[in-house]
């Protein structure tokens, strides 16, 4: 058989169609008749704004608007999901944190001879944990009325001193002297008057002073079962928390009060959830009565990069509506403290993605919330059955993945650093050389140095840094190196030299020192050069907000495609209502219609 050549016509009419004339034509395939199309569309869309110019230059610039307005909501959308809730730490009122964002976590060691709470102690604090939260049983202290044995807490206490862990203390469970009559048993009973509950606190913290700075009223009192089978509200639970507010600072005026942590769901159908029972306090002028609010920050199932936020949505960014709803009650400048943080282990989550959530958790809160403190851990230790040992970091005495990151030296130096927002001068990320002395006002520590040479080194994270500085006739010149380099402040001879003495009136002002930074660590050194004073009452670091330029460029476009739909539509009004002259359009003869037409063979 002969294979023709492929030029050759073919004579089979196979796969063609006949003409009138008899003559065959090639079907046109897909790609044909979809140019075909296309060109029929352009031809009519060109003819349409021949014949009816008005028409189609309403009908674009309506389009361009459109586009123009859903770029804007694109853009609105996706600002929303990366940065809400992320602050820079700049951001007045500052968030003036009374502790560093130091490791911490929820222990119950009651049940521990006092040898194994020293061991425990040991063990949390050869771990880098600067923070524990215990409970406090009022009913098993003041069993009898007026009469306080702590022998329980004591040593407790003591261990965690003697290793530097401060105590957060959760006072729970009223005794049942104190109790209403016809309060339901449940796991917490609530006193029947808040002087008696003002009473204890005042001696608990009296009783400890410095070693337990931190108290909190109560534990979910938003459930029945710890509030007497009655769940609390936020203004029946606001006369408890003035009463233990007032009764800590009578014990100890440095002690800080932390709100009850609070369940995000009611128990019992009468019941309200968090964000109800805070806005409830706020209601009720409650925000003259604590000085930090307490959240319960359950990841769930979701990784802490999941950013939507929702009151149905159980993640880590649940906590962004905390703090809104705080700024929208004015209080934008209490921090909020995760009392109880964690993810629990189960089918969805393992121990390494437990430990993996955890950290990236804390790393997401110290780069992007100022506004959050101590991030507690749910639980150090529980036994296999108990609940809390799904969230444990250590449950039954073994170590996790969870452990083993958490004390990875790494991450214990970026705990210790000062990230995003208000570092103290108590902070771990603040050192000193030479003599320094301690000045207490407008409810934090000041340190001053008249000496010369004498210095302060700020470890941080962050793309700039703002500074309480005195400024006034007393304060001294002083030099200012980042990163081991001279950062020149346009003082002195050789203009390497920082001073902000402007007048005779001696202020506290912030100062920005530095910013546009890498956000990495830095290392930070104020010495002072000259004699005279130099005092400082803290520092905040500051942190640019990421993923910036998608907005900015979304938000270039829209603009600009608004601009040209807004100035189309204003072309075409100014047209019909005869302000302007509508240029003369060249002639736009008809395209002639050509029949089916393809390239005849070569012979």
Same mark, same amino acid.
Request: overall charge negative; proline content about 6%.
């Given at each position: ?25 090639? #079907? ?476 005779? #009136? ?98």
């Amino acid at each position: 058989m002969v294979r023709p050549y492929p030029l050759d016509p073919d004579d089979s009419n196979r796969g063609r169609k006949v003409n009138a004339a008899g003559q065959g034509t090639r #079907r046109a395939g897909p790609g044909a008749q979809l140019s075909s199309l296309t060109a029929d569309a352009i031809v009519a869309l060109l003819d349409l704004r021949h014949r009816r110019p008005d028409l189609t230059h309403f009908l674009g610039a309506l389009l361009l608007l459109l586009v123009g307005i859903v770029l804007i909501a694109s853009t609105s959308l996706t600002d929303q999901y990366l940065h809400r809730g992320v602050e820079s730490g700049a951001e007045r009122p500052y968030v003036v944190q009374s502790s560093g964002r130091e490791l911490a976590t929820n222990v119950d060691l009651r049940i521990f001879t006092p040898e194994d709470i020293r061991d425990v102690a040991a063990t949390l604090g050869d771990a880098g944990f600067g923070y524990v939260r215990q409970e406090f049983s009022w009913a098993e202290v003041e069993t009898n009325q007026g009469q306080f044995n702590w022998s329980l807490y004591d040593p407790i206490v003591e261990a965690m001193n003697q290793e530097s862990i401060a105590v957060i203390a959760v006072i729970v469970d009223a005794p049942r002297w104190s109790v209403a009559g016809e309060t339901v048993i449940s796991n917490n009973r609530p006193p029947a008057d808040p002087d008696d509950l003002q009473r204890f606190v005042r001696e608990l913290t009296a009783h400890y002073g410095d070693q337990v700075p931190y108290v909190q009223i109560w534990d979910r009192p938003n459930l029945a079962s710890e509030w007497g089978g009655r769940p609390a509200t936020g203004a029946t639970f606001q006369p408890f928390l003035a009463a233990g507010f007032y009764g800590a600072r009578e014990g100890n005026a440095a002690v800080r009060v932390i709100t009850p942590e609070l369940a995000v769901l009611p128990d019992v159908a009468e019941g309200v959830g968090d964000l109800v029972f805070l806005r409830g306090l706020y209601s009720a002028d409650a925000e003259d009565v604590f000085d930090i609010v307490g959240i319960a920050l359950d990841g769930g199932t979701n990784s802490p990069d999941d950013r939507r936020v929702s009151v149905e949505r159980e993640n880590f960014s649940r906590a962004i509506l905390t703090r809104e709803l705080m700024v929208r009650h004015g209080d934008a400048e209490t921090p909020v403290w995760a009392t109880t943080y964690g993810w629990p282990v189960g089918s969805e989550v393992s121990r390494e993605e437990q430990a993996e959530y955890v950290v990236r958790g804390l790393e997401r809160a110290w780069s992007e919330w100022p506004w959050m403190g101590l991030m507690i851990q749910w639980s150090f230790a529980a036994r296999a059955e108990d609940p809390v040992a799904k969230y444990a970091v250590a449950p039954g005495g073994s170590s996790t993945p969870l452990y083993r990151r958490l004390t990875d030296p790494d991450l214990r130096r970026r705990s210790d650093i000062a990230n995003t927002g208000f570092a103290p001068m108590s902070a771990e990320a603040v050192t000193f050389e030479g003599i320094w002395d301690d000045q207490h006002l407008e409810g934090r520590t000041f340190r001053t140095t008249n000496q010369v040479g004498s210095s302060i080194t700020l470890r941080l994270q962050g793309t700039g840094l703002i500074a309480f500085l005195r400024s006034g006739p007393q304060a001294g010149a002083f030099r200012l190196e980042l990163d081991g380099e001279v950062f020149p402040g346009g003082y002195g001879e050789e203009e390497d030299l920082w001073s902000f003495f402007v007048s005779f #009136r001696t202020d506290d002002l912030p100062r920005r020192l530095v910013s546009g930074l890498d956000d990495e660590e830095h290392t930070l050194r104020i010495t002072l050069m000259e004699p005279g004073e130099l005092t400082l009452g803290g520092f905040v670091v500051e942190r640019e907000a990421p993923f910036v330029w998608p907005i900015i460029l979304l938000t270039t476009i829209s603009v600009i495609v608004l601009f040209l739909g807004l100035r189309s539509m204003i072309y075409l009004v100014a047209i019909r209502s005869g302000h302007l002259q509508r240029r003369a359009d060249a002639p736009f003869p008809a395209l002639p219609r050509l029949p089916d037409w393809q390239a005849g063979r070569r012979a």
